[in-house]
């Protein structure tokens, strides 16, 4: 069955089925390639606390997805079809938000935070925490005024990560603070990559 009949059906039954019953819906690719085995595992799982996404093939078409729904905690994994419009509208709906190799990009998450700095965005989010190679930190904060944290402000930080079980020394992230027009402050946590996990992310508190 070719995975773009079968990609946006699945996302619409995922949301018609569940928002307003979990908490908590992730987002990302599996192997099962046959639809109602696949509509049938999902249906088991429609009053659990975290729900299984879709199939989708690696190189499969994009389908624009409506993300246009509230729920409290969203992860999304291995999608290429995210923009800065999804995050924008997404902050508005969701309190916790990670993604773990997507689409979004260093120019995509700088671009958020000048939104947010300027007081321009209605946000609901709380945290976001992104995972994945190739993010550079300058262009993170590429014309943003931040400050660096304490390490009593960092060691504090650590426990805000979302379900990445990023259990790592705290000489191994950096922290800063980025503030709103409005006074209002961010924290950004900063894992670079290192030689035992090559992990790079980063999340941020609002």
């Not at 990302?28 to 049938?40: C, G, L, N, S």
């Not at 409290?72 to 290429?80: W, Y």
């Not at 209605?122 to 904060?141: K, T, V």
């Not at 590429?142 to 979302?162: D, L």
Request: overall charge neutral; aromatic content about 12%.
């Amino acid at each position: 069955m070719d995975s773009g009949e079968i990609d946006k059906p699945c996302f619409d039954w995922i949301v018609e089925n569940t928002v307003g019953k979990v908490n908590t819906l992730k987002i990302y690719r599996t192997r099962i390639k046959d639809e109602r085995a696949y509509t049938e595992s999902l249906r088991g799982m429609a009053n659990s606390l975290c729900l299984i996404g879709w199939y989708k093939e690696k190189n499969a078409p994009v389908v624009p997805y409506d993300l246009s729904f509230n729920v409290e905690r969203l992860h999304i994994n291995n999608e290429d079809w995210l923009s800065l419009n999804h995050l924008i509208d997404l902050s508005r709906r969701v309190k916790i938000l990670s993604f773990d190799e997507v689409s979004l990009t260093s120019k995509m998450i700088n671009d958020f935070l000048k939104l947010w700095i300027s007081s321009e965005l209605s946000i609901e989010l709380s945290s976001l925490a992104i995972q994945g190679e190739g993010y550079e930190f300058r262009d993170l904060l590429a014309g943003i005024r931040y400050q660096i944290s304490s390490m009593a402000e960092q060691k504090e930080e650590r426990g805000w990560w979302v379900n990445e079980n990023l259990n790592v020394s705290q000489h191994l992230f950096q922290a800063y603070k980025i503030k709103r027009n409005s006074g209002v402050e961010a924290h950004i946590i900063y894992v670079p990559k290192y030689r035992q996990h090559q992990l790079e992310a980063f999340q941020i508190r609002f």
